[in-house]
């Protein structure tokens, strides 16, 4: 409770307590955006409580206290959840010097709730013994306490007025909101407007910008690019690392700040928007905006991340990634991801020796994730991956692998870049169209359903552009997916015999100098994945235990993957072009006929629900 301060009394001699008035300034906005309007702001409403102290020096702000509801409603929300709702509790606990005067700028700002809730609000303030102004209009400032000849009719007209400008303004946002939704549903975007440079619109993504003369929206390059490398990133890490990275290379968003990890997974990782989609009202439209990524690295965003969550000690942020071949190492048994697991242990400081010294050893196992947490693989044993107490290096043998791999024969093409540019922008092309015309066959589906609901009959010429549009559909998802065949082979390919040198110098100096630090181990992992090959492990599953056994029951080798049509599930490494090259043949011939030849076996797989290029599950 605050002291009031005394005053000695000059005719008796003796003190007589003189009561100090005090006042608490409330502010809210109903937007962030008002937060800095020069109308309706923060500045302006704490400017008028300042000149509301000078008119009233009888007067004290009590502490510094600052109740402060920002983008929030003046209907229901902050009296029972903001901060009137606070100045509301710490009144009826007591906590509040009597006749404490809550200052804010007008009606409309304390309450937008209906006559009758909004004078039970103020009749509330005034009977736990407070009083409450207004700084503007009639008002003038005074103290309001309720017992004012004639006050009660003007504030219920008050609340009125603040109620029904509520109303008013919630029947406009939602008549916009409508009219929106329409325009979207018949894809007229011309409600869009283009950004100017330096001007922030938060009504679509920051990388995209609108062209109002086509009436289309398309990539800004610069953002672009740095979109599609926080997605890559977030496959082998957290918003907070990718946030800390960028922040690292003074990378900034568009307002001239660095990005909040928060802000990435809203704007970026979390968001549809990457996948061309527009939310409006919890629905979505696809097709409004050119896709930056694909549905299938959207999915994989979302697995990594949900990995993280439920084994955060695998991939922390700061701590070594402990498996260098994350998300490229398979078992062979059952085509599950392998983990691998640190450890440590009391072992007698000379081997076969019973009750020595005993010292602490690190040491690294790997195993299959299917076999250990869901007992769906015969592979249960672990192996060794490094143990440097008995001389075992298995990650630094992959790595000599990767390294003397035939590089010469996997690279082909000297046009590499340019062309894996073109492809990757015509299968963001063809998965935007596809979206359009997505969104326009769910249009007509509706609209199908609305005649039969109705019994009418549904005209001849809606179920003809049904089906005018779903031949559309077939025809450009038949492109998409040709195009990401395309895009996986040409991210095998690049000029022969220098990419063998540059890769074996890049591995040479990975080992050399980098092997042992985190963040290098992660970007050595983002590089492998983006040469497209992966790892096998096999590891036996009868015979003698491996981690005795050092190396001689369990390998690995590295390829391509053969991964199943349906499932999704890796089914080993594709032999073909192993064997071509033992026996001579062209190799770059021999790639365009497996395409071919893929092609025609996915589509007879998704035909019958199985791949038929493996023997049938008895």
Same mark, same amino acid.
């Given at each position: 409770?605050?002291?009031?301060?005394?005053?000695?009394?000059?005719?008796?001699?003796?003190?007589?307590?003189?009561?100090?008035?005090?006042?608490?300034?409330?502010?809210?906005v109903s937007t962030k955006r008002q937060t800095n309007a020069e109308a309706s702001g923060i500045k302006r409403q704490e400017e008028e409580y300042q000149r509301w102290l000078c008119q009233h020096p009888e007067y004290k702000n009590l502490d510094g206290v600052e109740f402060r509801?920002?983008?929030?409603?003046?209907?229901?929300?902050?009296?029972?959840?903001?901060?009137?709702?606070?100045?509301?509790?710490?009144?009826?606990?007591?906590?509040?010097?009597?006749?404490?005067?809550?200052?804010?700028?007008?009606?409309?700002?304390?309450?937008?709730?209906?006559?009758?809730?909004?004078?039970?609000?103020?009749?509330?303030?005034?009977?736990?013994?407070?009083?409450?102004?207004?700084?503007?209009?009639?008002?003038?400032?005074?103290?309001?306490?309720?017992?004012?000849?004639?006050?009660?009719?003007?504030?219920?007209?008050?609340?009125?007025?603040?109620?029904?400008?509520?109303?008013?303004?919630?029947?406009?946002?939602?008549?916009?909101?409508?009219?929106?939704?329409?325009?979207?549903?018949?894809?007229?975007?011309?409600?869009?407007?283009?950004?100017?440079?330096?001007?922030?619109?938060?009504?679509?993504?920051?990388?995209?910008?609108?062209?109002?003369?086509?009436?289309?929206?398309?990539?800004?390059?610069?953002?672009?690019?740095?979109?599609?490398?926080?997605?890559?990133?977030?496959?082998?890490?957290?918003?907070?690392?990718?946030?800390?990275?960028?922040?690292?290379?003074?990378?900034?968003?568009?307002?001239?700040?660095?990005?909040?990890?928060?802000?990435?997974?809203?704007?970026?990782?979390?968001?549809?928007?990457?996948?061309?989609?527009?939310?409006?009202?919890?629905?979505?439209?696809?097709?409004?905006?050119?896709?930056?990524?694909?549905?299938?690295?959207?999915?994989?965003?979302?697995?990594?991340?949900?990995?993280?969550?439920?084994?955060?000690?695998?991939?922390?942020?700061?701590?070594?990634?402990?498996?260098?071949?994350?998300?490229?190492?398979?078992?062979?048994?059952?085509?599950?991801?392998?983990?691998?697991?640190?450890?440590?242990?009391?072992?007698?400081?000379?081997?076969?020796?019973?009750?020595?010294?005993?010292?602490i050893i690190q040491y690294e196992n790997i195993y299959c994730d299917r076999a250990k947490t869901k007992r769906t693989c015969s592979a249960t044993n672990s192996a060794p991956y490094i143990q440097n107490h008995r001389n075992i290096d298995n990650e630094l043998v992959i790595l000599?692998?990767?390294?003397?791999?035939?590089?010469?024969? /996997?690279?082909? =093409?000297?046009?590499?870049?340019?062309?894996?540019? !073109?492809?990757? @922008?015509? &299968?963001? #092309?063809?998965?935007? +169209?596809?979206?359009?015309?997505?969104?326009?066959?769910?249009?007509?589906?509706?609209?199908?359903?609305?005649?039969?609901?109705?019994?009418?009959?549904?005209?001849?010429?809606?179920?003809?552009?049904?089906?005018?549009?779903?031949?559309?559909?077939?025809?450009?998802?038949?492109?998409?997916?040709?195009?990401?065949?395309?895009?996986?082979?040409?991210?095998?390919?690049?000029?022969?015999?220098?990419?063998?040198?540059?890769?074996?110098?890049?591995?040479?100096?990975?080992?050399?100098?980098?092997?042992?630090?985190?963040?290098?181990?992660?970007?050595?992992?983002?590089?492998?994945?983006?040469?497209?090959?992966?790892?096998?492990?096999?590891?036996?599953?009868?015979?003698?235990?491996?981690?005795?056994?050092?190396?001689?029951? /369990?390998?690995? =080798?590295?390829?391509?993957?053969?991964?199943?049509? !349906?499932?999704? @599930?890796? &089914?080993? #490494?594709?032999?073909? +072009?192993?064997?071509?090259?033992?026996?001579?043949?062209?190799?770059?011939?021999?790639?365009?006929?497996?395409?071919?030849?893929?092609?025609?076996?996915?589509?007879?797989?998704?035909?019958?629900?199985?791949?038929?290029?493996?023997?049938?599950?008895?």
């Amino acid at each position: 409770m605050v002291q009031t301060p005394t005053k000695a009394s000059i005719s008796k001699g003796e003190e007589v307590k003189k009561m100090t008035k005090f006042s608490i300034s409330y502010i809210r906005v109903s937007t962030k955006r008002q937060t800095n309007a020069e109308a309706s702001g923060i500045k302006r409403q704490e400017e008028e409580y300042q000149r509301w102290l000078c008119q009233h020096p009888e007067y004290k702000n009590l502490d510094g206290v600052e109740f402060r509801d920002l983008g929030v409603s003046g209907r229901g929300k902050n009296s029972e959840s903001g901060a009137l709702s606070i100045f509301i509790r710490e009144a009826e606990k007591g906590n509040l010097p009597p006749n404490t005067c809550l200052v804010c700028s007008d009606m409309s700002r304390l309450t937008r709730e209906q006559p009758y809730e909004g004078f039970t609000l103020l009749k509330r303030i005034w009977d736990l013994g407070h009083t409450f102004a207004f700084t503007e209009g009639r008002w003038r400032g005074d103290i309001i306490t309720g017992r004012e000849r004639g006050i009660l009719g003007l504030v219920e007209i008050a609340i009125d007025t603040a109620s029904t400008e509520w109303e008013r303004k919630r029947d406009r946002t939602n008549g916009y909101h409508d009219k929106v939704e329409e325009m979207l549903k018949k894809r007229d975007l011309s409600f869009f407007k283009s950004r100017r440079e330096g001007e922030k619109i938060s009504m679509y993504p920051f990388w995209l910008n609108f062209d109002e003369n086509k009436n289309e929206f398309y990539i800004i390059p610069k953002w672009g690019n740095l979109v599609r490398r926080i997605c890559d990133m977030a496959l082998t890490m957290g918003a907070k690392k990718i946030a800390w990275k960028l922040k690292k290379e003074g990378i900034k968003n568009v307002s001239g700040s660095f990005f909040a990890p928060n802000t990435l997974r809203q704007t970026i990782l979390d968001n549809r928007s990457v996948l061309g989609e527009k939310i409006h009202r919890s629905k979505s439209y696809t097709g409004i905006y050119p896709p930056i990524i694909t549905p299938e690295q959207f999915e994989s965003i979302n697995s990594a991340k949900e990995e993280r969550i439920l084994k955060p000690f695998k991939k922390a942020p700061k701590r070594k990634m402990v498996n260098l071949f994350q998300g490229l190492i398979f078992c062979s048994h059952c085509g599950g991801l392998m983990q691998v697991a640190k450890k440590e242990q009391f072992k007698c400081k000379k081997s076969n020796q019973k009750n020595g010294e005993k010292i602490i050893i690190q040491y690294e196992n790997i195993y299959c994730d299917r076999a250990k947490t869901k007992r769906t693989c015969s592979a249960t044993n672990s192996a060794p991956y490094i143990q440097n107490h008995r001389n075992i290096d298995n990650e630094l043998v992959i790595l000599k692998k990767i390294s003397n791999h035939r590089w010469e024969e /996997y690279f082909t =093409d000297e046009k590499h870049e340019n062309d894996l540019k !073109i492809e990757v @922008e015509k &299968r963001q #092309l063809f998965l935007h +169209e596809r979206n359009k015309i997505e969104q326009q066959i769910n249009y007509l589906k509706k609209a199908n359903i609305e005649y039969l609901k109705s019994g009418r009959v549904v005209p001849i010429e809606l179920e003809a552009l049904q089906k005018q549009e779903q031949k559309k559909y077939d025809v450009l998802d038949k492109k998409y997916k040709r195009a990401i065949l395309d895009i996986q082979n040409l991210k095998r390919k690049k000029t022969g015999v220098q990419a063998r040198k540059d890769i074996q110098k890049r591995v040479k100096s990975f080992i050399e100098k980098e092997r042992f630090d985190s963040e290098k181990r992660e970007e050595f992992n983002i590089w492998l994945k983006e040469m497209g090959l992966i790892i096998v492990s096999n590891i036996e599953i009868t015979g003698s235990n491996p981690r005795k056994s050092i190396n001689s029951n /369990y390998y690995f =080798d590295i390829g391509i993957g053969m991964f199943d049509f !349906i499932t999704g @599930e890796l &089914r080993g #490494l594709n032999q073909v +072009e192993d064997t071509s090259f033992a026996l001579g043949m062209d190799i770059e011939e021999v790639r365009k006929d497996q395409v071919i030849r893929d092609e025609h076996y996915k589509k007879v797989s998704l035909e019958v629900s199985r791949d038929i290029r493996f023997p049938k599950a008895s």
